[in-house]
């Protein structure tokens, strides 16, 4: 997952010693749809587990042996919703996305890790937007919570929501969409696109390509630049159209914020292709871990990243995706130079600041000390 929205250079540390691990009691399994479930876990006793609108829990599971770590987008909203949830979508071949609909039941407890992420904003009462959001498929999921908590907490602000999906039956929250949109009547305007249609389907048909999107920014309401906000989450595919209008129509790319799930194929390549010259520069080199009031010494080889040389070496570092997208394993490089296979977890700022993830990190000098936490 990428995060960012809003209020990237805003953004004020949070200091503790690592994040914080539950043993969450399922309350609740609803089915969505045929391949997508909703998980409704309990707050902890005690005390609630506090998230923002679009952040994501890291679930924890031993899955055929191997401890296996996903994160999900939450759909609930803190100010709408008790209890936390997640969607999970099947994916062809995805350990955890099938053990947790096949194997999960209403009663059981799950590991997670604290919400994270930063695909979220602040609310203000007297603050007046319009977010236009483009989802696709299990996309919808940070959306809904962002959607909740923009309606109950911002009421001069409306929403505009484009979700495609496969078919009609493949809608999630469609029954909930439905309902937020007539509760909300003039503020949330839903419009669904569909690969393919039924014969009575009466709204658009077919790729979410550039033709259809010129269309569909004549139906949602223009508020300006100034007050209007452009959210994606989905397939890489829709997303890469999707930024490509909002260039062509001048949209400045600060107003413009994506989530992604899973890391981009092609994007993936190129950077391949970029490192080779640098690659010389990586080989092994000590790496100094400060971390829960600890502090460790770590050999990272050129083919190992930071965080998997720190795992095989016994250290119980936060991470999630390892991919380099949802920042559970960030870090700060207080010296030293750290090269990333993967930077779209961090926003500019971030990496202005010297912030590096460790699951796609590799030492390029030997000075490097990051603090974790």
Same mark, same amino acid.
């Given at each position: 997952m990428a995060f960012g929205f809003f *209020?990237?250079?805003?953004?004020?540390?949070?200091?503790?010693?690592? @994040?914080?691990?539950?043993?969450?009691?399922?309350?609740?399994?609803?089915?969505?749809?045929?391949?997508a479930i909703t998980i409704v876990f309990e707050q902890p006793s005690g005390k609630s587990i506090n998230y923002k609108p679009g952040q994501f829990l890291t679930l924890i599971a031993t899955v055929q042996g191997k401890e296996v770590r996903r994160s999900y987008?939450?759909?609930?909203?803190?100010? +709408?919703?008790?209890?936390l949830a997640v969607t999970v979508k099947r994916v062809d071949g995805g350990l955890m996305s099938n053990w /947790?609909?096949?194997?999960l039941k209403a009663g059981q407890t799950i590991k997670i890790m604290e919400p994270m992420g930063q695909f979220t904003t602040e609310y203000d009462v007297k603050r007046k937007r319009h977010v236009v959001m483009f989802a696709g498929g299990s996309g919808i999921t940070p959306m809904m919570s962002l959607i909740k908590? !923009?309606?109950?907490?911002?009421?001069?602000?409306?929403?505009?929501?484009?979700?495609?999906?496969?078919?009609?039956?493949?809608?999630?929250?469609r029954d909930e969409l439905d309902k937020w949109q007539t509760k909300y009547e003039g503020r949330l305007h839903v419009i669904h696109v569909l690969d393919n249609a039924p014969m009575n389907w009466q709204g658009y048909s077919g790729l979410l390509n550039h033709d259809m999107l010129e269309k569909l920014f004549e139906r949602i309401?223009?508020?300006?630049?100034?007050?209007?906000?452009?959210? !994606?989450?989905? @397939?890489?595919? !829709? !997303?890469?159209?999707?930024? %490509?209008? /909002? %260039? &062509?129509?001048?949209?400045? $790319?600060?107003?413009?914020? *994506?989530e992604s799930? +899973?890391?981009g194929i092609l994007n993936k390549e190129e950077k391949k292709i970029e490192s080779t010259s640098a690659e010389n520069s990586v080989k092994t080199?000590?790496? $100094?871990?400060?971390?829960?009031?600890?502090?460790? *010494? +770590?050999?990272?080889?050129?083919?190992?990243a930071i965080l998997h040389a720190a795992l095989d070496q016994g250290i119980d570092l936060?991470?999630?995706?390892?991919?380099?997208?949802?920042? %559970?394993?960030?870090?700060?490089?207080?010296?030293?130079?750290?090269?990333?296979? &993967?930077? &779209?977890?961090?926003?500019?700022?971030?990496?202005?600041?010297?912030? +590096?993830?460790?699951c796609v990190g590799h030492p390029l000098t030997d000075d490097v000390v990051i603090e974790i936490g």
């Open positions: *209020k990237k250079s805003e953004k004020k540390e949070e200091v503790h010693s690592g @994040p914080h691990y539950y043993d969450l009691r399922v309350k609740n399994i609803i089915n969505e749809t045929k391949d987008s939450l759909c609930s909203s803190p100010f +709408v919703d008790q209890d /947790l609909p096949d194997s908590s !923009m309606l109950t907490q911002e009421p001069e602000s409306i929403v505009s929501l484009i979700y495609c999906n496969r078919d009609i039956d493949s809608i999630i929250f309401p223009d508020w300006g630049i100034d007050k209007s906000t452009y959210l !994606m989450c989905g @397939p890489e595919g !829709m !997303m890469k159209n999707v930024t %490509a209008l /909002l %260039a &062509e129509r001048k949209i400045p $790319t600060d107003k413009v914020f *994506k799930f +899973v890391q080199r000590e790496v $100094t871990i400060r971390y829960d009031g600890q502090e460790f *010494k +770590v050999m990272v080889d050129p083919n190992t936060p991470y999630s995706c390892q991919s380099g997208l949802c920042t %559970a394993c960030r870090g700060k490089a207080l010296s030293g130079k750290v090269k990333l296979d &993967e930077e &779209e977890g961090l926003s500019q700022s971030e990496r202005a600041e010297g912030y +590096v993830l460790t």
